[in-house]
């Protein structure tokens, strides 16, 4: 049984952070083990939201409490998204050690949450420092979006050439597998859109078109999936691809709905058993 501890945002309305994460990863058959950062009404991109933000001593008694059920020796990765401030960020890598030491197979995969490049970072400015230098050096997987991979390297990724070199810094920073979403290359054919999957001497990219839509929680669904595919199977191909195929679904329900939220529970069966119609191509 794969397991996952997922250390993300929660939201009652909508699907962001593990209110985005965690369903599709039962839905693949992952015991999932949820901890919350936040307990908000609705993603913040509503310029209004009501609830707690957890706080990190919090967020640690939790860990704490798994950790006291012998727990943490059954955990296969560690996930984390979008971390609030830099003692979130503490709390999250601690949980990551104590995992470690109770399972020394265990990964850590970490999708490094600032911005993207349309709306550029939208985290506190502290936030892409503290990832960069104390956060992703820790992680197993990385799973950013072309612009954080940017922030990460100081590096601007554009083309394919460039995005590859970014992807090998990022590696020479620790992680071994590198997933890079949202990868907008400028010679690519228009109202298209790749994902990028690197790991040791393979790259594989895939394409689907872009629909003209940005929902929340993209980013958190694509990290969740990945993670469970690659755990599952080694097999970047595979993984990319079966990740693409639900995204895109998910998308273009979510488009077709009309609905801002992403329509989740309405293509449940996108997760389980991806279409997968979008073929990978071997860069590297
Ligand atoms: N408009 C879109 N059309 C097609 N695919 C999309 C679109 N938006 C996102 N995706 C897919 O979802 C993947 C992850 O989304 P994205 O890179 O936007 O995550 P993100 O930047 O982390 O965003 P967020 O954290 O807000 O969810 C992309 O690599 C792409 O495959
Ligand atoms: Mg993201």
């Known amino acids: 049984m794969t397991t996952i501890l997922s250390i993300q945002s929660a939201v009652a309305y909508g699907h962001v952070g593990n209110s985005a994460a965690v369903f599709p990863m039962q839905r693949l058959g992952v015991e999932v083990w949820p901890v ?24 640690r008694e939790v860990v704490t409490g798994v950790e006291e059920r012998g727990a943490l020796a059954e955990v296969d990765a560690v996930l984390s998204g979008y971390q609030g401030g830099e003692e979130i960020g503490a709390a999250i890598l601690d949980a990551v050690a104590r ?19 349309k709306s550029g970072c939208f985290v506190h400015p502290a936030i892409p420092v503290l990832l960069r230098d104390e956060v992703v050096p820790q992680a197993d997987l990385i799973t950013p979006n072309q612009f954080e991979l940017g922030f990460l390297t100081e590096t601007e990724p554009a083309d394919l050439g460039s995005t590859l070199a970014a992807v090998d810094r990022a590696r020479e920073m620790g992680p071994s597998t590198v997933l890079v979403t949202s990868v907008l290359r400028p010679d690519r054919p228009s109202d298209t859109i790749e994902m990028l999957a690197c790991h040791e001497d393979e790259a594989w990219i895939v394409r689907t078109p872009h629909l003209p839509l940005k929902a929340n929680g993209s980013g958190d669904v694509t990290a969740a ?60």
């Not at 639900?246 to 058993?273: I, N, P, Y």
């Open 36 to 59: 919350s950062t936040v307990l908000f009404s609705n993603h913040t991109g509503y310029g209004q939201w009501r609830g707690p933000l957890v706080a990190p001593s919090d967020v």
């Open 99 to 117: 995992t470690k030491a109770a399972n020394p197979e265990a990964i850590y995969a970490c999708d490094p949450v600032m911005g993207n490049a």
């Open 225 to 284: 999936l990945f993670t469970t595919h690659w755990l599952r199977t080694g097999d970047l191909r595979v993984s990319l691809e079966r990740t693409v195929s639900s995204v895109f679904a998910l998308l273009q329900a979510t488009l077709d709905s009309g609905r801002r939220e992403l329509q989740l529970v309405q293509t449940q069966d996108a997760f389980a058993d991806p279409a997968c119609e979008f073929t990978a191509q071997r860069v590297r």
